[in-house]
């Protein structure tokens, strides 16, 4: 089945410096690759989704890569803010509904 | 205006016990999902129903049973209560049918079994 693996686990930076999480996936049939924000004490959020027939998609400060023939994809936070300080998570999904997720990053952005 | 909403947000309860979880979605979605988050915040899928039926059971024990009484709805039932089953449990929604899009959360459900 699929596995999906994400790093770092934590991840500390500056205000105003860039973050970058990176994911790899086993299954090449995977087709939909969002991530997600969780804050304390709630449930996870969509930040930005990609899929398979797009290598590259901007939102704001955030922006997702992904390479299709290496199995990888990458999320960009450009300009962190202290609110940017959460979990982020990785996932990939084959149209089945069934998001196999990474294992998490800690995001600790420091004012 | 709660999107998925779960219910209790909190729940402590002795082994041996049986308790139910239970979601509600206001998004018009036709498939909701049920995750477990473990204490290293590792999130995996349980189940996922499409209009009331079961389409994913992930491997897990016969003593958790969702229950959608229509398609707004999908309740987790949990039998004979084990330490090893306190997580936080997420329930989702999404518009299925085959292209997949966005899945949204509810606030969880923490679950300690004592």
């Known amino acids: 089945g699929e596995n999906v693996e994400q790093h770092p686990s934590t991840l500390s930076v500056q205000e105003g410096d860039s973050a970058v999480i990176k994911c790899t996936y086993s299954d090449s049939a995977s087709n939909y690759f969002p991530w997600y924000k969780q804050e304390l004490g709630k449930g996870p959020q969509l930040i930005i989704d990609?899929?398979?027939?797009?290598g590259e998609k901007k939102d704001q400060r955030i922006a997702v890569t992904l390479n299709k023939t290496a199995k990888h994809f990458s999320l960009h936070i450009t300009e962190t803010q202290p609110e940017d300080s959460a979990v982020y998570f990785c996932?990939?999904?084959?149209?089945?509904?069934?998001?196999?997720f990474g294992q998490g990053t800690t995001l600790q952005v420091k004012p | 205006d709660t999107a998925v909403s779960q219910t209790p947000k909190y729940l402590v309860t002795q082994m041996g016990n049986d308790k139910s979880i239970k979601c509600e979605q206001n998004?018009?979605?036709?498939?909701m999902y049920w995750y477990k988050q473990d204490s290293k915040k590792f999130l995996k899928i349980m189940f996922s129903y499409n209009n009331k039926e079961l389409i994913i059971n992930e491997t897990v024990p016969n003593r958790f049973s969702p229950k959608s009484p229509d398609k707004a709805h999908l309740n987790l039932h949990i039998n004979s209560l084990e330490l090893g089953d306190s997580a936080v449990y997420f329930c989702?929604?999404?518009?299925?049918?085959?292209?997949?899009?966005?899945?949204?959360f509810g606030q969880g459900t923490r679950l300690t079994v004592v």
């Open positions: 990609i899929r398979s027939n797009v």
């Open positions: 998004l018009g979605h036709d498939t």
């Open positions: 989702a929604s999404s518009q299925g049918g085959g292209v997949w899009t966005e899945a949204f």
């Open positions: 996932a990939a999904s084959i149209n089945t509904g069934k998001l196999i």
